[in-house]
């Protein structure tokens, strides 16, 4: 069931149009990270679905009927702000209470409530503490208890883990989907972290420029992002990008790299001709020493690891700089820098038109459009 | 800095005792005149030593002053409630007006919120006389004439504009998330103000209210144009018991004593927040 | 909508107070363009600039400008130097200096008019401890402020007495809201304090002193506490500063017209002082309270 809902919604301040649009329909119980780089107006939609601002245009609905116009403190929603917004006059436990108190209740009833989440959360032993005497996790932990506590329909959570260090920042991404799943909380979760994002959603809202580029679950977007610049966030290092031209021969698609013709395999009879960039993960390229079918010539420059991964900087021929990753435990031998062949696996090459920057689909075979598409 | 040498340390502290003795000896010595008869006010040399009494408060207190002359009314007791009544009545009103502007000020950008303030601000630096002459016209006109509340009125010139811009500068410093965040856990704008905004710039508006009463306490030109007689604060009242007591300078000096205490024993109390309420809020403290 | 409306309503109380205040402003203009004398209220019209004009063959107005300058700028100068000096003097932070700087609060927050009485009490001529101390050093019949000599140094020591603590304050909130590390590298580096105090403390603080200045302007160019609590602007015309004079103007000679016309000569005055004080002022409030 249709749970939060937004329809062509837009929002500008002065001259600068900050939501051109936009619309995301979200089902109970289900978390969708909203994903973007800084300034793409994550936190301004959350204020739109809280009541903070209303939208210029669109819609906003919740569990089906229009909040437009409604007080914030109508619309029963739960939310975490990035700075905390703790009330710092008060101790954590009042802090918690606040949503109790507005929707009634008695001050044991309360209280019982307040214990129970600040022990899931772990931070019943500083429920006295006013806000300045907690750390920056507890802090968190007293904000997001806040948010949850009412136990809200709708819950945003406007990047929560930013301001706390790596080591919490890592424990809560374990934490929190169990979490948020036995709340059951329809959630929109902000960050502009890719890893967090996809550990976190049930599908990704990538927000670029004032509207969704793409929503879907993290794999697809991983691996079938709609254009150049959705498939640039994810991915580290970041994917290979080389333009070239596309040319089809006996109904096969092949591009030139540096040289080497590479295969891109069937479908494309419609784009032959068309400028293109090809895009590669890095982990789809293996790297040995000895010449495989359909690989290029490189240059292995420097080797580097990352996490349980090594990464590898390659030269193609032309000196085109190329990145590619492999499992640590399968280094064969080929880590010696000079030169190398790299072999693209063909299935994971993704073809997008050069000038727009979309993604071009194979147009037979192939598990391609899924998950919802705004353009 | 901290190099200094011994002549240097004396030179300074000679420098701190001149400045010392310039600034507080005033109101020591009139203190001590206080306690003074007549006679021992008018000895020459003036001492150091004399009898304490406490003649001068007594008559102030009773409003009764004996002279060779016959007896003389004294209205001071009243002139001191009159500014208790007017100093507290005018911080009072201007925190209800003043507060809910400041805030409107401070979380809402709008025309009409920037002119207000800043009309406010140039009239605190207008002569006062520009606008107490015309009014002194059409006070009685008006019925304000003999009442506290036209004076009253007229102190928010002196109350509001360091409420408004003191007040305002604390609500600024308030994060509006923190405000947002109450209203999305389900409370009114009317709680989130009550609840969050004032307790939270309650420092200021506690400086404000301080250093309003003080400026409204010490104010002497509004009352003196405006003020009937069984309305004058002491500043005024003061100033024409000099007049009518001639030569009771003990009973003057016992009157100062008691027109200034109220505002230092406050002031020393508010110290903390007086530079950042004398600049009306361009320093911070 | 709520959103809209609730600031307009917030400060609509402010705003009348404000249109409060506008009236009679307004009103005053309008004075300041008649012939209005109380005595004579069948006299009254309309002669636009004339008591503008009139000002101009006036030698009271003249002296008026030339006391309520004079004492301007004596007031000012002298608050601003003692006033750096004692900051100066208890700039390092500590117990017996913020004890100090307190208690030079006190005749601040002493009302001027009261101020002015105690020195009235202090320099009586028959038992004044001032008029004591000073026969002592040969200054026999010193008549303080009943003299036309010794008048406006009188009231100038009433003024610097109550208001040096005033930019002494401000100041000192300054030199302590300092940066240190300038005047750690300068110590370092051995530059002579002199050159310390011209090249680094003097502009470093600038924007404080022009805050105390512009204040200080602002309020000394309008006093009447002081001097009509003192001598009534006496003796003689001898301290006719622009309050004073209107203020007679108005009740002594019931001449409406002329003290509107003079008042409106001063407000001219504070209203370009306040409008520099208004620029300046908001880029400091800006630097205190940070874009929320």
Redesign the interface.
């Known amino acids: 069931m249709t749970s939060l809902e937004l329809n062509a919604v837009s929002k500008s301040f002065k001259n600068d149009q900050v939501l051109s649009g936009l619309s995301l329909s979200a089902t109970e119980g289900e978390t969708v990270v909203v994903f973007g780089p800084s300034g793409t107006g994550k936190t301004v939609l959350l204020?739109l679905i809280?009541?903070?601002y209303?939208p210029d245009d669109g819609d906003i609905r919740l569990d089906g009927s229009s909040v437009v116009?409604i007080?914030?403190?109508?619309?029963?929603?739960?939310?975490a702000?990035q700075?905390f917004?703790?009330?710092?006059?008060m101790e954590a436990a009042d802090n918690i209470a606040?949503?109790l108190?507005?929707?009634g209740g008695t001050a044991a009833q309360i209280m019982e409530k307040v214990r129970e989440i600040a022990t899931l959360l772990k931070i019943d032993h500083v429920l006295s503490h006013r806000p300045k005497e907690l750390s920056n996790g507890q802090k968190q932990r007293t904000a997001l208890a806040?948010a949850l506590v009412?136990g809200p329909k709708i819950l945003l959570l406007d990047d929560p883990l930013r301001n706390v260090d790596a080591k919490l920042r890592f424990e809560m991404r374990l934490e929190l989907p169990r979490l948020l799943r036995d709340f059951g909380s329809t959630t929109l979760y902000v960050t502009q972290d890719y890893k967090e994002a996809m550990a976190l959603g049930d599908r990704i809202a990538v927000l670029l420029k004032g509207d969704f580029a793409q929503v879907a679950t993290p794999q697809d977007i991983y691996n079938n992002p709609v254009n150049v610049e959705v498939a640039k966030l994810f991915g580290d290092p970041t994917i290979n990008l080389i333009e070239t031209r596309l040319t089809v021969a006996d109904g096969r698609a092949q591009a030139d790299l540096a040289g080497t013709t590479v295969e891109l395999g069937t479908g494309y009879d419609h784009a032959d001709g068309r400028d293109i960039v090809v895009g590669v993960r890095p982990e789809a390229i293996s790297v040995s020493e000895t010449p495989l079918e359909g690989a290029l010539p490189v240059e292995l420059i420097a080797v580097t690891p990352l996490n349980e991964r090594v990464v590898m900087l390659l030269h193609l021929a032309d000196g085109t700089e190329f990145f590619a990753s492999s499992p640590e435990d399968g280094a064969t031998g080929t880590r010696r820098h000079g030169p190398a062949f790299a072999r693209i696996a063909p299935d994971a090459v993704l073809v997008f038109d050069r000038d727009s920057g979309q993604r071009i689909h194979p147009l037979d075979a192939g598990p391609q459009v899924s998950g919802q598409q705004t353009q | 800095m901290n190099h200094t040498s011994t002549a240097e340390r004396i030179i300074r502290g000679l420098l701190l005792t001149l400045v010392l003795l310039f600034f507080l000896f005033p109101i020591f010595w009139i203190f001590l005149m206080s306690f003074q008869t007549n006679e021992d006010i008018l000895r020459i040399p003036p001492s150091l030593f004399f009898t304490p009494t406490l003649e001068n408060y007594v008559a102030l207190i009773s409003g009764r002053l004996s002279t060779v002359a016959g007896d003389l009314d004294i209205a001071f007791m009243r002139n001191l409630w009159n500014s208790v009544l007017l100093s507290s009545l005018s911080v009072g009103v201007a925190l209800i007006l003043g507060v809910p502007a400041a805030y409107a000020f401070a979380r809402f950008k709008f025309r009409l919120g920037e002119n207000i303030a800043f009309t406010l601000l140039s009239f605190r630096f207008a002569p006062p006389l520009l606008v107490l002459l015309p009014l002194s016209l059409y006070f009685s006109e008006l019925g304000l004439s003999d009442t506290y509340l036209g004076l009253v009125w007229v102190y928010q010139l002196i109350a509001l504009p360091l409420i408004l811009w003191i007040v305002r500068g604390y609500f600024e410093d308030i994060s509006p998330d923190i405000e947002n965040a109450y209203r999305i856990d389900g409370h009114s704008w009317a709680k989130t103000f009550r609840k969050i905004a004032i307790p939270l710039a309650r420092p200021g508006i506690a400086a404000a209210s301080l250093l309003a009463f003080i400026f409204c306490w010490n104010n002497f030109v509004f009352a003196l144009v405006l003020a009937s007689a069984d309305k004058q604060p002491v500043t005024v009242g003061a100033l024409a018991f000099v007049t009518a007591s001639g030569i009771q300078y003990g009973q003057v000096a016992a009157a100062i004593v008691l027109s200034v205490t109220p505002t230092l024993l406050l002031a020393l109390y508010a110290q903390r927040y007086l530079v950042e309420g004398l600049s009306l809020g361009a320093v911070k403290g | 909508m709520y959103r809209r409306a609730l600031p307009y309503m917030l400060s609509l109380p402010a705003l009348l107070v404000c249109i409060g205040i506008l009236i009679p402003f307004g009103t005053a203009v309008y004075y300041s363009t008649q012939r209005y004398n109380l005595s004579f209220p069948q006299a009254r019209g309309f002669i636009g600039l004339e008591n503008y004009i009139d000002f101009f063959s006036d030698s009271a107005f003249w002296n008026t400008i030339e006391i309520s300058l004079l004492y301007t700028f004596l007031t000012v100068v002298l608050e601003l130097l003692l006033g750096l000096g004692i900051a100066l003097l208890l700039r390092t932070p500590g117990r017996f200096n913020n004890m100090v700087s307190i208690l030079l609060l006190l005749p601040l927050m002493t009302a001027p008019a009261i101020a002015a009485l105690m020195w009235k009490l202090m320099t009586n001529p028959n038992f004044g401890v001032l008029s004591y101390l000073i026969s002592l050093i040969g200054f026999d019949d010193f008549r303080w402020a009943s003299s036309p000599s010794s008048a406006l140094f009188t009231v100038v020591l009433v003024d610097m007495w109550v208001y040096t603590p005033f930019i002494m304050i401000l100041l000192l909130a300054g030199l302590r809201s300092l940066p240190r590390q300038p005047f750690e590298a300068a110590e370092l580096d051995g530059v002579p304090r002199s050159f310390v105090f011209f090249r680094i403390t003097l502009p470093m603080l600038m924007p404080y002193i022009i805050t105390a200045t512009l204040f200080r302007l602002l309020d000394s160019i309008q006093q009447f506490d002081i001097i009509y609590a003192m001598t009534q602007g006496g003796p003689g015309d001898k301290l006719m500063v622009f309050q004073v004079q209107s203020y007679l103007e108005f009740f002594q000679y019931t001449n409406v017209g002329r003290s509107a016309a003079l008042l409106m000569v001063l407000w001219a005055i504070t209203y370009f002082l306040s409008n520099l004080f208004v620029k300046h002022w908001l880029k400091l409030r800006e630097r205190a309270h940070g874009n929320a």
Do not use: K, T, V
Request: charged share 25%; hydrophobic share 30%.
């Open positions: 204020r809280s009541g903070i209303d116009g007080a914030p403190e109508h619309r029963g929603i739960g939310m702000f700075n917004a703790l009330y710092p006059h606040s949503p108190e507005a929707r806040r009412a």
